[in-house]
């Protein structure tokens, strides 16, 4: 029998990943761990991770159910719904396409993935690491546009993206209480908006089937992709009625 997948937890490894440890499971249908934070709780059903992420750091042993997802999975997921360029090359975006794309789901709850990260203190829950979103990244110009962006992606198959935390966020999208998951209305912003944005990155060509995109990084305007952030911030505005300036 085919596993429900109507809420999906998606956990990364910000401070608050630790929270999710004490959180019930009956609120969630099916829990994505990405990079470190399978550590936080045993009953994780998916890792996801890059072809960086160390060996060393993944489960020695796990459930027949759970699965490893790697790039040759969510590349071609991410493809599907524009490629890297415009999805936004951290994880914690590649987890959100691939959970679109494989599992469906009605609700999307991010926890740990805020993106905002302490001068001072720790800035993973396990203490301090390497903050992936704030490497020179091209894709990475504008965190809040690339949430727009999964927000309506999402929107558009019927999916609520909603962030647990109760911390600053980059995440542009709705605060929720976990314990009121199962209870959220089904209704998801209007993507009407979303045929700006589009038009623009099909204007652009900036498709990268490999998913390495940054193998070509040379013909990519950042001043070309800023204009289609701010296009993606005004049709989320637009769609959910909530102020999103930069």
């Not at 949430?147 to 935390?165: E, I, P, W, Y």
């Not at 089904?186 to 623009?200: I, N, S």
């Amino acid at each position: 029998m085919a596993q429900k997948t109507d809420i999906v937890l998606v956990l990364g490894s910000g401070p608050n990943a630790k929270e999710a440890a004490t959180l019930d499971r009956a609120s969630f249908d099916r829990i994505v761990a990405i990079n470190n934070a399978w550590q936080v709780r045993a009953d994780w059903d998916d890792l996801i991770y890059p072809e960086d992420f160390p060996a060393a750091r993944r489960p020695t042993c796990r459930q027949p159910t759970q699965r490893f997802i790697e790039a040759d999975q969510f590349v071609p997921t991410q493809n599907a719904y524009g490629g890297f360029v415009y999805a936004g090359g951290t994880m914690a975006f590649t987890a959100g396409y691939w959970v679109l794309h494989a599992l469906r789901p009605k609700v999307m709850a991010f926890l740990g993935c805020d993106m905002v990260y302490p001068k001072s203190g720790p800035t993973h829950f396990y203490g301090t690491g390497t903050a992936d979103p704030l490497r020179p990244d091209i894709t990475l110009q504008d965190l809040g546009a690339k949430s727009a962006r999964l927000g309506l992606m999402a929107a558009t198959q019927g999916c609520r993206c909603v962030n647990l935390s109760t911390a600053a966020s980059e995440l542009l999208f709705e605060r929720v209480n976990p314990a009121h998951l199962r209870d959220l209305p089904g209704d998801v912003p209007d993507t009407t908006a979303m045929a700006v944005p589009l038009q623009q990155e099909e204007e652009l060509k900036y498709f990268v089937p490999t998913g390495r995109y940054w193998e070509e990084e040379a013909r990519f305007d950042p001043a070309a992709l800023a204009r289609l952030d701010v296009a993606w911030r005004a049709a989320w505005s637009g769609a959910t009625g909530a102020s999103c300036a930069a």
